[in-house]
T-cell receptor
Framework: DVKVTQSSRYLVKRTGEKVFLECVQD?????MFWYRQDPGLGLRLIYF???????EKGDIPEGYSVSREKKERFSLILESASTNQTSMYLC?????????????FGPGTRLTVL | DQQVKQNSPSLSVQEGRISILNCDYT??????FLWYKKYPAEGPTFLIS???IKDKNEDGRFTVFLNKSAKHLSLHIVPSQPGDSAVYFC????????????WGAGTKLIIKP
């Protein structure tokens, strides 16, 4: 069974704080993704990575950065948290294949920025 | 510009009846489609997928239908059970894209006892 874990289920931070969200997968997947989910907007891709030290911007990268130093770990960084970054953050991973492969998700981190 | 649209934010169905969730897309390059199910406070889980070379894929109580000419797909759940109450997301991908899935906004399915 694929397992994707996220460092926190719930997080409360103050405006201007630096926030780190960690994601670890145990299936040796090449691809890893960070999404945010907001009501009525579905899942929006922030960043993804298809290999160690490689990253690509998604649809909404502004205000975020990422780090992938090891294959199993993908970190999302909010350099200076703002209230509009209050959201559910979802990490996912997938195996690289010929088609867009099934993505496996972690349980999510509910981030509140005050 | 939403390339994948789920126009019904919510759907209420009687237990035992058929649930039909709909999804429309605009990008004719999409060739792979997936449905995910999400419970509150959990990440989405993969449910069923279909390639554009097929028009139907079935897995137990779940069937996905693809109508390429109408750029429309639907998920049928028969019979609906209380545990099916969740948010369902439709997602699409083009084989020319770099691993990205494009997601719909989701439909909240409520199964009434």
């Amino acid at each position: 069974d694929v397992k994707v874990t996220q460092s926190s289920r719930y997080l409360v931070k103050r405006t201007g704080e630096k926030v780190f969200l960690e994601c670890v997968q145990d299936m040796d997947h090449e691809n890893m993704f960070w999404y945010r989910q907001d009501p009525g907007l579905g899942l929006r891709l922030i960043y993804f990575s298809y290999d160690v030290k490689m990253k690509e911007k998604g649809d909404i990268p502004e205000g975020y950065s990422v780090s992938r130093e090891k294959k199993e770990r993908f970190s999302l960084i909010l350099e200076s948290a703002s209230t509009n970054q209050t959201s559910m953050y979802l990490c996912a991973s997938s195996h690289r294949g010929l088609l867009a492969d099934t993505q496996y998700f972690g349980p999510g981190t509910r981030l509140t920025v005050l | 510009d939403q390339q994948v649209k789920q126009n019904s934010p919510s759907l209420s169905v009687q237990e035992g009846r058929i649930s039909i969730l709909n999804c429309d897309y605009t990008n004719s390059m999409f060739d792979y489609f997936l449905w995910y199910k999400k419970y509150p406070a959990e990440g989405p889980t993969f449910l069923i997928s279909i390639s554009s070379i097929k028009d139907k894929n079935e897995d137990g109580r779940f069937t996905v239908f693809l109508n390429k000419s109408a750029k429309h797909l639907s998920l049928h759940i028969v019979p609906s059970q209380p545990g099916d109450s969740a948010v369902y997301f439709c997602a699409a991908s083009a084989s020319s894209s770099n691993y990205q899935l494009i997601w719909g906004a989701g439909t909240k399915l409520i199964i009434k006892p």
